[in-house]
């Protein structure tokens, strides 16, 4: 055990090998280490958070898209390290997620180091499952000390344990929490620095299905253990909620409210960030003197940081009702009646909050689906959310339809426009379950069907300081992460079509007045490397009746979708770029065969709206799925499938409507 | 599928070599050394897995392990052995000189060693067994408890439930008083034999 | 991996991991399953078969469903799937196929 396994690992007199830490700065390998284990819904993580609060450092597993926590505990001078492992009903694990805290309690993995100890946490009200737990750890030999959580719980529900009978039984150290008030682990924390003096039992349970059964019973059994009743108040409440009727109709109130607070609530605070922003670019470009720099720092830069922090509201917003959700345990209710639905696209009942969300917002949406176990679910989901009809795809959508039927059109009593908005929405949905539907058959041949099974825990109070770190965690994760590839894209983009610089002399030849803004960047367009390369894809887009100038507007948009609207608008030199309507109306096509006719015709139009509908049309998003798939393969494929996707309906579209009109 | 394997945990006991295996209560019917065991258990004497003694309490059964082995390498064969005797009762023996009342004496013993005693000298009392005949315990609270009505329903209930989930068919338990003039006894932890 | 013979304290043991295979708790009982029971019925677990998924009949084990268990059919989705049992003193969701792996008899008297 003193071999030096190369650059990353150092060896302590123990045995004990570190694990290569770029992900983990300030991981401490003198400092001793533990790890929480516990099955989901057992306190684990309110406990973690109780014991390292804000101290806890993310990264990732290595070679897996599992987030890692790891904390620092200070008890009087001494300090210790945290792991909180994600939670899992069984060593034998059957996800990633649960592989990982297999491995790292596998004191023979090659790379993962085992920690110095484990603390277990046991909810007192399921303890004849989690015993079963409890067995197989107490199995690896390592030091364990019991954290039993949630016993006013079970004696609130007359449920009953005799707390020293019951370490008496298991051979280790039993605490019990009820609230992870910081107040009330002063106990525990002393304990944890101490792991080197737990007791160990004399023979680790057997781990034999039958003979761990006996073991259970027989330690539930000379521990006084009374089962709980049911929770009356979780029944009672279910009772509505899980109504075949009344609990689908509060469920669809809850998810309207749900959805309306992302998408209501956040804009206020996004308008005021972008207007922060606005100003901040205004200042940039008043003050500074050369203007393709001050045009860089305030649309470049600027620009594209205000991009990335104008999504935090949003993201924010959604992981505090999700985690409200979560830990309050109504999610799995929600999932619980959604799931027959999801099932028919291959997903399962979770898989519908992050759908739901993504119609805000794919980002946040498609961070959502790490609420899903199955990591084929989870790729599957995060290759339909894009589908759904994002907000970013409104302004858009009101432009062209506005272009094609106005506003007093009619289809029997109801608008027109509106007719076509909700269709829009329609179609969004049923392909975001489609193509998830497709995903997730592929998915299947890399391996069996994750067995679906969901706990329905009790009603719970949801721990604020939990909900804030998670909230904390999901927003730091997408500066960091997200943030690069929304700014590098918004440079590069920025690039494309500011560049190559014209002098006022060579515009002033050309007949443009220099100081009509809505020309000068109108010829700044037309000239621009985005015009060269809207120009070289021509053929491409050709059969679907677009012209170079909607391809610069479908490259410019690649940033983010409503940056659509702008690019049109400045293209078509209209006066006001942010509503070009007008401008556009008057375009006419070049060249070619309809040289001379308008460019928006009606099949142009839905051509243009059906292409929106499905071309993944963010590099927000993109990056996002980079993040949260854990590499490039599946943005990469997701942005190929649904261009040629978009392709192809845009071109069918656009024979029926040039058909019909 | 073959009937339920019979619940045991072992616990440990001061002496590392010796193990409680905590029972079924009313496994066995009876306590002390039994002068014959099953052949499971036979055998593992026989191998020298398992040494002498064995005890047999209302709830446990204690075992040592024999010299130069380890419970981590044999506990699991132990187990299973302990496991496929309980499931005969009939063929253990109880010692030569057992009789009827052993097992209720034995159990009331054991509630007296544990929390109860140690309530009960908490609060400053003495409680002693006067006699144990025909499923019924006598008990004498002195010290603390004589004199204060609270105290002796306390201790008595205490006692009584502790004794019953060790000896299920208990008739119940009558608690004197002792006199308060009377200097405190120590507990009366042997048998006594009329 | 081996379960290497004791050592001084306080050195860490190697010990065998959980075992997979599913055949030492499947009891092929012919007759009904979780999926048979109607809401409030309950049951006694028998055994779990699961011959395509031995991970995921452990899995059921792990969760709860051993032989002998009490179960108890609390309610199904409104569109009849997935449905809701009391088990080891929780509530647990399963699709009808899974709860097709787990055998039951009628309730011990």
Known sequence: MGERRGAGFVTLDSGHCAVPGQELRGLDEQLPTLALVGSPNSGKTTLFNALTGLRAKTGNYPGVTVTRYVGRVAVHDRELTLEDLPGTYSLAAISPDEQVVADVLDLDHPTLATPDALVVTLDATTLRRSLNMLAQVLATGLPVCVVLTFTDELTRRQGSIDVAAFQRAVGVPVLTVTSGRRQELGPLRDRLVDWSTWATPALPPPTEPAEVVSWIESVLSSSGYVLPQIDRRTRRVDAVLLHPVWGTLVFFAAMFVFFQIIFTLASPVQGWLENLFGFLSTQVQDHVGNRFLASFLADGIIGGVGGVVAFLPQIALLFVLISIMEASGYMSRAAFLMDRVMAKAGLEGRAFVALLSSLACAIPGIMATRTLPSMRDRISTMMGAPLMTCSARLPVYVLLVGLLVSPSDRVGPIGAQGVIMFALYVVGALSAMASAWVFSRIGRRSGPLLPFYMEMPPYRMPSARSVGLAVWDACRGFMRKVGKIILATTVVLWVLLNVPVHSNATMAAAGVDVHDQAAVSAYTIDHSAAAAVGRFVEPVFEPLGFDWRINVGILASLSAREVFVATMGQVAAADNPDKPAEGLKHLTVQSGPRAGERLFTPAVLAALLVFFLYALQCASTIGVLRRESGSWKWPAIAFGYMFVVAWTMAFLTGLVVGALT | ?194 | MSILSVATAPQRRRARRADVPAQSVVDVATGATLADMATGQSARVLGIEAPHDPAGARRMFDLGFVPGAEVRMVRRAPLADPVVFRVAGYDIALRREQARWVSVAAPAS
């Open chain 2, 1 to 194: 599928m073959s009937a339920p394997l019979v619940p045991v945990h072992p616990e440990a006991t001061d002496a590392p070599e010796v193990l409680r295996w905590v029972v079924p209560v009313g496994a066995l019917g009876f306590v002390g050394e039994p002068s014959r065991v099953p052949a499971p258990l036979q055998d593992l004497y026989a191998a020298g897995v398992l040494a002498a003694p064995t005890v047999v309490e209302p709830a446990a059964v204690l075992l040592r392990i024999g010299a130069g082995r380890s419970w981590r390498d044999e506990g699991p064969s132990v187990r299973r052995a302990l496991q496929a005797a309980l499931a005969r009762p009939q063929d253990w023996r109880p010692p030569a000189d057992a009789s009827g009342d052993d097992v209720l004496r034995a159990a009331a013993e054991e509630v007296l060693a544990g929390e109860v005693g140690d309530f009960v000298d908490g609060h400053g009392g003495v409680i002693e067994v006067l006699d144990v005949a025909d499923d019924q315990v006598t008990i004498q609270l002195g010290g603390a408890c004589s004199g204060c009505p609270a105290s002796g329903v306390t201790v008595q209930s205490r006692f009584e439930a502790a004794l019953r989930r060790l000896y299920p068919q208990l008739r119940g338990v009558v608690a004197h008083e002792a006199p308060s003039s009377r200097r405190p006894r120590l507990i009366q932890l042997l048998p006594t034999r009329h």
